[in-house]
């Protein structure tokens, strides 16, 4: 069973059968007891409005919506509401608070209004999963989506309507026969909501398949369907761990295929990894590069054991796996006065005064690790941390070569105190994760052998990692505010840091490499902590007030860290230049423009 339990989600469930049987099994409506809103009539007139007329400017989504339908009479408006209830029953990423407020400012075009007392109101309360940054983003998307599926359905027979209604396969060849459905979020989470013991809440395609590799190992039988495959690995896993719920969003599961650190960079990082060996997390500072280096780590080891181990085994191993998880993964902080000496090999004084080579770190950890049988062990993951504030090329010496060359013996132009000749040897099972920030050193001055050595990933600002991490941080402060009333304030300081970010990258006296990461705006957290004091009685305007400019919070962060960093940044520029610059800087973040 996939049904979501990690807290009641029975109202999403119950509004999801409610729009099975008022909105695709008959006309009526959602969230109006008597009235008549899906209709195909209806559906034609927002489809008109909405997806064969779409606004492409840079204004709100909401303003740019009440532009195309707000006028178009209360039956649209009412429709856009529910399409937006139907939006917003799956989505953890966006708040209570913020899903009532949307669906309200729609139904006020019309003079309606969303009691809270009102059952889809009540599943508002919660969400099954995150849709992330993108939900959000392509918006006009997923609702052109649901549109077309609601205007292809209403073609149906009747009879066909209740057949396929009432079966999950049935149903997803009707989701799917819409143009692009695979890459709609939106086509997986109304899977899952209208059929949860079938489907899995995982809105992401990408996701499915990742979950499928993972775990192939449990169905011999390859299906072309990715949601039949990850339905028969459910049951194969509920077979190997009776007794248990089981998520694929949480452990033991999760941590077979995925690392929530992933963020905005492109690609699967451990795909990359395993392909190439050798790959360097790049940035601006405070992206979270050396957290997502060792969670990373972590997922290669897990990877490996559960290929090598097998499921079954995996499952029984945790405790084995752990270990590894603590024991294989080195990370060496680099500096500038780290050497060759130090990595490779130098001249030491001998226990007889005279002089002989010894080996250094890199060595050392290689006859460490192979101390242990090849076949019996897990792999073993080296982070090179900062790699850029030493000089690399020297560094590493012959470990150039070897890094493409794995499982291959060089000699070292040196002999150790016994007279032999020093030799270096690579495992192929040793990964390595550089990372580097890009205003340490500019990336453009990395050797270019080396660079072909390693694959680059780059870890930019991260809007959904820094509501992400202010959540937690909000809770672990227990200030007895709930998240969800403050959440939209936080989403806007991420749309607002983001706009700041845009501005960074095209100025002429800056550029991308000074981007703000967002660990420097969670300090906004404490902020806010104090400035609502221990008993909080401000009912909204926490981070912004009413005219949407930065009340205290937002402004100390940018007076206590993000102004002094760009001074620093900018210390080489006349006074002049750089006042003018730091002004121009601090209007996009303290009277941000950007709504969501």
Not at 157 to 185: M, Y
């Amino acid at each position: 069973m996939a049904r979501y339990s990690e807290h009641d989600t029975s109202k999403i469930y119950q509004a999801a059968d409610s729009f099975r049987a008022n909105c695709l099994l008959s006309d009526g409506s959602l969230l109006f007891s008597d009235a008549s809103v899906w209709r195909p009539d209806v559906l034609d007139r927002i489809h008109k409005a909405f997806v064969a007329t779409p606004d492409e400017g840079d204004r709100t989504f909401i303003d740019k919506f009440k532009d195309q339908v707000g006028k178009a009479g209360q039956d649209v408006s009412r429709l856009a509401a529910e399409i937006l209830s139907v939006y917003f029953l799956f989505p953890s990423s966006v708040g209570g608070m913020r899903k009532r407020q949307v669906v309200n400012e729609v139904l006020g075009w019309g003079d309606d209004n969303l009691p809270e007392s009102h059952p889809v109101s009540a599943a508002f309360a919660n969400g099954i999963g995150s849709g992330g940054q993108g939900y959000n983003t392509r918006r006009p998307f997923e609702i052109a989506f649901l549109i077309e599926l609601a205007i292809a359905w209403k073609k149906l027979p009747q009879d066909r309507q209740v057949q396929v209604a009432a079966d999950p396969w049935l149903f997803q060849d009707i989701v799917d026969s819409i143009e692009d459905a695979e890459s709609k979020q939106l086509r997986h989470m109304l899977l899952h909501l209208l059929f949860p013991e079938h489907f899995e809440r995982i809105a992401s395609g990408n996701h499915k398949r990742r979950v499928i590799k993972a775990f192939s190992g449990l169905v011999t039988a390859e299906s072309e369907d990715d949601d039949r495959a990850i339905l028969a690995i459910r049951q194969e896993l509920e077979k190997l761990l009776p007794n248990r719920e089981l998520d694929f969003y949480w452990s033991p599961l999760v941590e077979a295929w995925y690392d929530d650190s992933e963020g905005a960079s492109d690609g699967a990082p451990l795909e990359i990894i395993q392909h190439k060996k050798q790959i360097v997390l790049y940035g601006p500072p405070g992206t979270g590069k050396t957290f997502r280096a060792k969670k990373l780590a972590e997922r290669v080891i897990r990877s490996a054991a559960l290929s090598q181990m097998g499921p079954a085994r995996y499952f029984q191993s945790q405790s084995a796996i752990e270990s590894a998880i603590r024991d294989n993964v080195h990370r060496l902080q680099l500096h500038p006065a780290y050497s060759y000496e130090d990595f490779i090999r130098a001249l030491h004084i001998s226990n007889g005064g005279g002089t002989e080579y010894r080996a250094g770190y890199l060595p050392k950890l290689i006859e460490d690790i192979e101390r242990q049988p090849r076949a019996e062990r897990l792999p073993h993951i080296l982070i090179l941390d900062e790699m850029n504030r030493t000089d690399l090329s020297r560094m590493l010496g012959e470990c150039f070569s070897l890094l493409e060359d794995r499982n291959q013996t060089i000699e070292l132009p040196a002999r150790n105190g016994d007279g032999a000749a020093m030799k270096l040897r690579i495992p192929d099972d040793l990964y390595v994760i550089g990372t580097m920030n890009l205003i340490d050193q500019s990336i453009e001055q990395i050797d270019f052998a080396l660079r072909r050595r390693f694959l680059w990933l780059l870890c930019p600002f991260d809007a959904e990692a820094l509501v992400g991490a202010a959540e937690s941080k909000w809770h672990n402060l227990k200030s007895g505010l709930a998240w969800d009333r403050i959440e939209p304030d936080f989403r806007k300081l991420a749309a607002a840091a983001a706009a700041l970010n845009r501005q960074i990258h095209d100025s002429p006296l800056l550029g991308s490499q000074y981007e703000i990461g967002h660990t420097y705006l969670l300090d906004v957290v404490v902020f806010l902590r104090n400035f609502l004091g221990t008993r909080p009685t401000r009912k909204q305007n926490y981070l912004w007030n009413k005219k949407g400019e930065a009340l205290e919070p937002v402004v100390q962060v940018w007076n206590l860290s993000l102004r002094p960093l760009l001074e620093q940044y900018l210390a080489g520029l006349d006074a002049n230049a750089r006042n003018g610059e730091l002004d121009r800087l601090s209007r996009v973040l303290l009277k941000p423009s950007v709504a969501e």
